[in-house]
């Protein structure tokens, strides 16, 4: 029997299952491979979740035990707050009894001042009525005052110009006791002084000096200042005379000007004072007047 134009001959359709096979084969193959991986991946994956089983197991452990000692601290914690709150309690009862106390107290103070208060009261009543009284004291005190400080100062203005008339008594009597030793005085110094003018006065130009002593030659002359008591005051008073005095009395110009401070009264530190300036010191002595300085002494020369 022959193969018809249609219907293949046994080698194709040999030919065919071949294919066919060959085609089963590497499809299984494939299948084969293609179930190999991913039973591999199965069991990576099985593997993962082995391993992520186990860390849940210890995570779960670890918050058992975490679990437990978070309770113990609980516990011990509601055992200290419980501790804690009962000495609150303590403490607010023993305040509340000390408050209690203290309002007792404050209610025997608050009578207490309240005492006090009307005594206060009346004790100010007494005082506006004595400052009342002191004013009207004090008043008249001021007048009192206002006439004794007017008779005072009458009686000062009475004494000062007694004061000043009886210094100038005092310095007239020291004048008058030192005029006529001077002369010899001075020469005694090694001042050839041989004239003594009393009370020297010029006014020039609107001011005026004065000289209580002068004792002059012709060509030196002694300025001499006398004192009842004589002050560190009087010695720069009579300094700034010696440095004026020739501007007043330009006729002794020419002449070498020296000045003394004499006094029945001169304190040791005035009369060094005076020294030390280069003044002449003249003091009482008994009944007659000596000069103080030694033989070391340099005046000074106007």
Known sequence: MTATANQPTYEEILHLFQEAHIRSQEDA??????????MEETDRRME????????TDRRIEENDRLIKETWIQIKETNRQRSQEAERRMEEIDRLKEENDRRKEENDRLKEENDRRKEENDRRKEENDRLIEETRMQIKETDRQMKETDRKILEMNRETSKKIGELGNRLGDFVQEMVRPAVVKLFQAQGIDVRE??????VRRNGEGIEVDLFVVDDRQAIAVECKSHASADDIREHLERLSRFKDFFPRYRDVELMGAMAAMVMPDEVARYAYHQGLYVLTQSGETVKVRNDAAFKPKLW
């Open 48 to 55: 993962e979740t082995d391993r992520r089983m186990k860390e």
């Open 29 to 38: 193959e494939r299948r084969t491979k293609e179930t190999d991986r991913r």
């Open 196 to 201: 003594v003018h009393p009370n020297v006065s």
